[in-house]
């Protein structure tokens, strides 16, 4: 079945380093993948998808490329922002079901 | 301004106590779905519904109804609740299922099972 693999966190970084978060998926079609953040005490929101081989996705900063030939759609920023602490959740849509990766802790220090 | 709402926010019961936890969302949206967060297991799908009087199961299913009578509504109910059914509980919403459709998600139900 569908799945999806993304790095154990936590992650621990210094403001203005560079982040990368790696996401893997196993899907039998032709899925679209996302990046969901989640803040304390709040629901998930969508930070980006991408619906395509080769698309790249992006938002505030934050970028990821769904690519086909690795299954992989890594999340990266250049330079993060003590505010972009927070859980980020990989995730596939397979016509009728979304899945999750288990979600991997940012926190990001002054 | 568009939300996915769930009530309560916080529930301690006891093992047995059946229970409802709300859904409503107020952008018309065709799909709603409802999730589990657990620690080292992320999110997990328990129902999901296409529309009105469609519903139908994800991966984690037992123990647990829906019923899609209304648009808006999307109810998840509890008849026995366990212990393991202890979690943090989402409700989200898209304007239909599909290719890109983004979920819209409610700010989660905290329930304790004792």
């Known amino acids: 079945g569908d799945s999806v693999t993304q790095m154990e966190g936590p992650v621990t970084l210094s403001e203005e380093a560079f982040l990368t978060i790696n996401c893997t998926y196993t899907?039998?079609?032709?899925?679209?993948l996302f990046w969901y953040v989640q803040y304390p005490g709040e629901g998930l929101q969508l930070l980006l998808k991408a619906t395509k081989a080769d698309d790249k996705g992006s938002n505030k900063g934050f970028e990821a490329t769904y690519r086909k030939e690795t299954t992989s759609f890594h999340l990266e920023k250049g330079s993060v922002q003590v505010s972009d602490s927070a859980v980020y959740f990989c995730?596939?849509?397979?016509?009728?079901?979304?899945?999750f990766g288990t979600g991997t802790s940012l926190t990001v220090i002054p | 301004e568009a939300q996915v709402t769930q009530n309560p926010r916080y529930l301690i019961t006891v093992t047995g106590k059946k229970l409802t936890v709300t859904c409503s969302q107020n952008m018309n949206h065709e799909y709603m779905s409802w999730y589990r967060q657990d620690p080292g297991l992320g999110l997990r799908q328990i129902y999901y519904s296409m529309n009105v009087e469609v519903t139908d199961k994800g991966d984690v299913p037992e123990g647990y109804k829906v019923s899609r009578k209304e648009k808006r509504n999307f109810p998840l109910i509890l008849e026995s609740p366990s212990p393991n059914q202890t979690s943090l509980y989402f409700c989200?919403?898209?304007?239909?299922?599909?290719?890109?459709?983004?979920?819209?998600f409610g700010s989660g139900t905290q329930l304790s099972v004792l």
């Open positions: 989200a919403s898209s304007r239909r299922q599909g290719r890109s459709e983004k979920l819209f």
């Open positions: 995730a596939l849509d397979d016509s009728n079901q979304f899945y």
């Open positions: 899907a039998t079609g032709y899925p679209s």
